[in-house]
């Protein structure tokens, strides 16, 4: 049974930092592309940041030079460092296992002073 769970979202004040984690059990992160998406309020979900079995990464123009996707492989962890945080960066982030119907229920980012 393929489970994915997010942690690590909160409120932040803008310029902040968070870093969200996706634990997953039933796969291996490693052999997978995993992805992190968002949805902001009133907005459609959107793809925020890749990464490839052999650790490549992509990300979505807006977060480039603040985010950072990374995978940790003993604790079959995927993470998302988020720098220089604005409030346009407010939304659900959801962890994703690229190409199939897994999804993680997400975790609230909340940045506002």
């Known amino acids: 049974q393929v489970q994915l769970v997010e942690s690590g979202g909160g409120l932040v004040q803008p310029g902040g930092s968070l870093r969200l984690s996706c634990a997953a059990s039933g796969i291996i992160v490693s052999q997978q592309r995993m992805a992190w998406y968002r949805q902001a309020p009133g907005k459609q979900r959107e793809l925020v940041a890749r990464?490839?079995?052999?650790?490549?990464?992509t990300y979505v123009d807006s977060v480039k030079g603040r985010f950072a996707i990374s995978r940790d492989n003993a604790k079959n962890t995927v993470y998302l460092q988020m720098n220089s945080l604005k409030s346009e960066d407010t939304a659900v982030y959801y962890c994703h296992i690229w190409n199939t119907d897994y999804w993680g229920k997400g975790t609230l980012v909340t940045v506002s002073s």
């Open positions: 990464i490839t079995g052999i650790g490549g990464t």
